[in-house]
């Protein structure tokens, strides 16, 4: 009994790190507020201040959060965050180059902060329009207010709560009715903190408008070994016939936590397509949400991460069938190395009314190591009946047979094994159509496993 009384009561532990590290957060906002001055009249203000309102109300996901169950995000952030600086400039370099050589227009921010110096636009106004968050709030908020804040929402999630509260940069792309553009738009994230933590809330507000097709490459890049905490949002919609991809390329260092959140949604006719590819990271969650909100929509969603050492990447999607006659289907692909822990939390649902749906879910994993750890969890809800549903995964070591194979064609071991990983995730990227980043995703993985072929 008297052991009993002495154990602390895990829900009041859990509350007092709320409280920690909501305070900060609180505090971060109540600075940001300050420094608004004029803003505050904005449509926009109040909208952020909904979102805090609902953070303050509901706080972190706690240990008893099923949506969270894998990812202790409230106790690392604890133990990480002391004190929020919301804005880094980061160091004063000349240029901040991509890691492939590709013509696009380049959008690029240095810890959050978007740096037009070191962006480019290239693509007619006519097809496309491209602005920092800051001047698109200004001067077309008769756009951006049909959309900002309308998909992502701040009573579902803590994150989203803080980005719409604390976000003032970030990008609005507008790619117009009927445009088909010749080259991708390139969103470039610097992760480069020189002092303490660095918190960065970035927002993407993406409308591609009827008839048009156009791709978009995010890439995020660390380049120091201090801690940062990225909070990233996204918003896509799709008119109708609209066909759009997005690739997420994501190589954080081991001190680098990354939650991001991409909600798309998708009307009449549209075609929707991503890629969220993981080389590295210490945390990363990555939350993608698809309302299939129309009849003859496709989506497709593609996802390969390559773990190791303490990594911990927590894929969760969501799929939401609404009206009949729409496909969709996923295929996530996972190496596990070290220590690393891989999580995939899947669901697709199907509405009543979305009769006529084809949706197909898989996660394939390979465990390399018995330290490392892989949790899947493919779901289905269904509430129509003239469908065709399926779901599953497989977590396993490399299969010794074709590993055998190879070896007795005289390949020495490590040779062989490289080369079966690397066909295992090649599933994902000869899918990806623009040549010079596949190329890129290529070379990334062959220095993981130390050859080349």
């Given at each position: 009994m008297?052991?009993?009384?002495?154990?602390?009561?895990?829900?009041?532990?859990?509350?007092?790190?709320?409280?920690?590290?909501?305070?900060?957060?609180?505090?971060g906002?109540?600075?940001?507020?300050?420094?608004?001055n004029?803003?505050?009249?904005?449509?926009?203000?109040?909208?952020?201040?909904k979102?805090?309102?609902?953070?303050?109300?509901?706080?972190?996901?706690?240990?008893?959060?099923?949506e969270?169950?894998?990812?202790?995000?409230?106790?690392?952030?604890?133990?990480?965050?002391?004190?929020?600086?919301?804005?880094?400039s980061?160091?004063d370099?000349?240029?901040f180059?991509?890691?492939?050589?590709?013509?696009?227009?380049?959008?690029?921010?240095?810890?959050?902060?978007?740096?037009?110096?070191?962006?480019?636009?290239?693509?007619?106004?006519?097809?496309?329009?491209?602005?920092?968050?800051k001047e698109?709030?200004?001067?077309?908020?008769?756009?951006?207010?049909?959309?900002?804040?309308?998909?992502?929402?701040p009573?579902?999630?803590?994150?989203?709560?803080?980005?719409?509260?604390?976000?003032?940069?970030?990008?609005?792309?507008?790619?117009?009715?009927?445009?088909i553009?010749?080259?991708?738009?390139?969103?470039?994230?610097?992760?480069?903190?020189?002092?303490?933590?660095?918190?960065?809330?970035?927002?993407?507000?993406?409308?591609?408008?009827?008839?048009?097709?156009?791709?978009?490459?995010?890439?995020?890049?660390?380049?120091?070994?201090?801690?940062?905490?990225?909070?990233?949002?996204?918003?896509?919609?799709?008119?109708?016939?609209?066909?759009?991809t997005?690739?997420?390329v994501?190589?954080?260092?081991?001190?680098?936590?990354?939650i991001?959140?991409?909600?798309?949604?998708?009307?009449?006719?549209s075609?929707?397509?991503?890629f969220?590819?993981?080389?590295?990271?210490?945390?990363?969650?990555?939350?993608?949400n698809?309302?299939?909100?129309?009849?003859?929509?496709?989506?497709?969603?593609?996802?390969?991460?390559?773990?190791?050492?303490?990594?911990?990447?927590?894929?969760?999607?969501?799929?939401?069938?609404?009206k009949?006659?729409s496909?969709?289907?996923?295929?996530?692909?996972?190496v596990?190395?070290?220590?690393?822990?891989?999580v995939?939390?899947?669901?697709?649902?199907?509405?009543?009314?979305?009769?006529?749906?084809?949706?197909?879910?898989?996660?394939?994993?390979?465990?390399?190591?018995?330290?490392?750890?892989?949790?899947?969890?493919?779901?289905l809800?269904?509430?129509?009946?003239?469908?065709?549903?399926?779901?599953?995964?497989?977590?396993?070591?490399?299969?010794?047979?074709?590993?055998?194979?190879?070896?007795s064609?005289?390949?020495?071991?490590?040779?062989?094994?490289?080369?079966?990983?690397?066909?295992?995730?090649?599933?994902?990227?000869?899918?990806i159509h623009?040549?010079?980043?596949k190329?890129?995703l290529?070379?990334?993985?062959?220095?993981?496993?130390?050859?080349?072929?």
């Open positions: 008297v052991k009993q009384l002495l154990q602390p009561d895990p829900d009041m532990t859990s509350n007092t790190i709320q409280q920690g590290i909501a305070q900060l957060f609180i505090d906002f109540n600075e940001f507020e300050a420094s608004l004029g803003e505050k009249e904005h449509i926009i203000h109040n909208i952020r201040t979102a805090f309102e609902s953070f303050k109300s509901n706080g972190f996901p706690g240990s008893k959060d099923e969270y169950k894998y990812t202790s995000i409230t106790k690392r952030l604890e133990s990480k965050i002391k004190k929020l600086n919301l804005n880094q980061g160091k370099r000349k240029t180059s991509l890691p492939f050589d590709l013509d696009g227009d380049v959008i690029t921010f240095v810890n959050g902060n978007f740096k037009s110096d070191k962006s480019k636009l290239m693509s007619p106004s006519g097809s496309i329009e491209i602005l920092d968050l698109a709030v200004r001067t077309h908020w008769n756009i951006l207010g049909d959309h900002f804040a309308r998909y992502a929402d009573e579902k999630d803590a994150f989203i709560a803080i980005n719409t509260a604390l976000a003032s940069e970030g990008s609005f792309i507008h790619i117009k009715k009927n445009a553009l010749e080259r991708p738009v390139i969103i470039v994230n610097f992760i480069d903190p020189i002092q303490g933590e660095l918190s960065v809330n970035t927002r993407n507000l993406v409308l591609v408008d009827e008839n048009s097709q156009g791709d978009l490459i995010e890439i995020t890049i660390s380049e120091s070994d201090n801690f940062s905490f990225e909070n990233r949002v996204s918003e896509i919609i799709l008119k109708k016939n609209a066909s759009f997005y690739f997420n994501q190589q954080e260092g081991e001190n680098n936590y990354l991001d959140t991409t909600q798309v949604y998708q009307e009449d006719n075609r929707f397509t991503s969220t590819i993981t080389l590295h990271g210490g945390l990363i969650r990555n939350n993608l698809i309302s299939i909100d129309a009849e003859g929509c496709e989506t497709n969603l593609y996802g390969v991460y390559f773990l190791n050492g303490k990594d911990h990447v927590d894929n969760h999607t969501v799929v939401d069938h609404r009949p006659h496909n969709s289907n996923e295929l996530y692909k996972g596990l190395d070290g220590r690393s822990t891989g995939f939390n899947g669901k697709i649902y199907v509405q009543q009314d979305a009769q006529k749906t084809n949706a197909f879910q898989s996660n394939k994993n390979i465990v390399l190591s018995n330290k490392a750890t892989m949790n899947s969890k493919p779901q809800e269904i509430w129509a009946d003239d469908v065709k549903c399926s779901h599953g995964a497989t977590t396993g070591m490399i299969d010794d047979e074709p590993l055998f194979y190879l070896q064609r005289g390949i020495d071991r490590d040779t062989a094994r490289a080369m079966l990983i690397y066909a295992f995730a090649n599933d994902i990227l000869e899918k623009i040549e010079p980043l190329v890129f290529e070379e990334q993985i062959q220095q993981r496993l130390g050859q080349e072929f």
